[in-house]
């Protein structure tokens, strides 16, 4: 007969301190689709295994860690003898099988950049470094985030063939976007620099100011109100800048390669 083998198709790894040889004919595979725990009791046949592996049919849960392995069963470790067996499976040695996505969260606190330019060269809103450097950095004075993405209108599309309410999709429109920020006692540069009816573009760096990073969004806009809001409330004061986005925004478009710096001769 041949040796049993193992096939697990998941972003877990699979400590079993057992398997037993297969009574079938064949050799022993079962195929995971999903993270799942499997028991490190034995498991002499088919049956008995994939009633462990697979997580609708229970079983007691057991280390599950995110690694890969595909291979035959060694010997060594038949009928209970070793230690626990890591079963890993590798996408490269089985081309066609997916991997899982990793991600890295993070907060847009301390990372995302808000950035008000007043002008654009370029035709497709896409500003250059030297663009990018000439607006005005208001991250530090912004309280809140309201808007400042799109949404899709859709079309329905019934038939009298069907039942079913299809639709296509439609016009692209913004929402309503505003920034309320913090009111400086002494200074008014934000309050001047976005006054009614001034136009420019708004730029959200979602991942901060990281050259080659698809994470620029540009919005044209003009300013729509500014008005201050007034509480008794034990809270710093702030006022509200409304804005109307005038043309598609730019999404996703490449932040510019910082600029070059230049080295200063050595003194002697």
């Known amino acids: 007969m041949e040796q049993d083998s193992l096939l697990i198709c998941g972003d877990v790894e699979v400590h079993a ?10 050799p022993l595979r079962c195929v995971v689709l999903r993270p799942v725990a499997v028991s490190s009791s034995t498991c002499s ?3 008995r295994l994939a009633g462990r592996l ?15 392995w595909y291979g035959p069963v060694p010997p060594t470790r038949r009928r209970g003898t070793g230690p626990p067996l890591p079963l890993r499976f590798s996408p490269a040695a089985r081309p066609g099988i997916w991997t899982a996505v990793q991600v890295q969260k993070f907060s847009r606190r ?10 654009i060269a370029d035709a497709s809103h896409v500003p250059t470094r030297a663009e990018l450097t000439a607006g005005t950095d208001l991250t530090d004075g912004v309280a809140a985030i309201d808007g400042w993405s799109l949404a899709n209108k859709p079309i329905e599309t019934p038939t009298l063939g069907s039942t079913f309410e299809t639709k296509i999709p ?7 976007s505003s920034l309320t920020f913090y009111e400086d006692q002494t200074a008014d540069t934000i309050e001047e620099l976005l ?55 730019v ?18």
Do not use: C
Not at 17 to 26: A, D, L, Q
Not at 110 to 119: D, E, F, P
């Open 251 to 268: 999404q996703d478009a490449a932040i510019p390669p910082a600029a070059p710096t230049t080295e200063r001769p050595a003194t002697k």
């Open 54 to 68: 697979h997580p609708h049919r229970g079983g007691p849960r057991a280390d599950v860690r995110p690694h890969w």
């Open 110 to 119: 301390g990372v995302t950049r808000v950035l008000w330019l007043a002008k």
């Open 170 to 176: 439609g016009a692209d429109e913004a929402d309503d």
């Open 195 to 249: 006054t009614k009816d001034v136009t420019g573009f708004m730029v959200m760096l979602r991942k901060g100011d990281v050259p080659g990073s698809r994470s620029m969004d540009v919005f044209p806009v003009r300013v729509g109100s500014r008005s201050a809001q007034y509480s008794v409330d034990n809270e710093a004061a702030k006022f509200v800048v409304n804005f109307s986005i005038t043309e598609k925004p």
């Open 45 to 47: 046949d088919h049956g």
């Open 17 to 26: 301190s057992t398997v037993g040889p297969s009574t079938r004919s064949r």
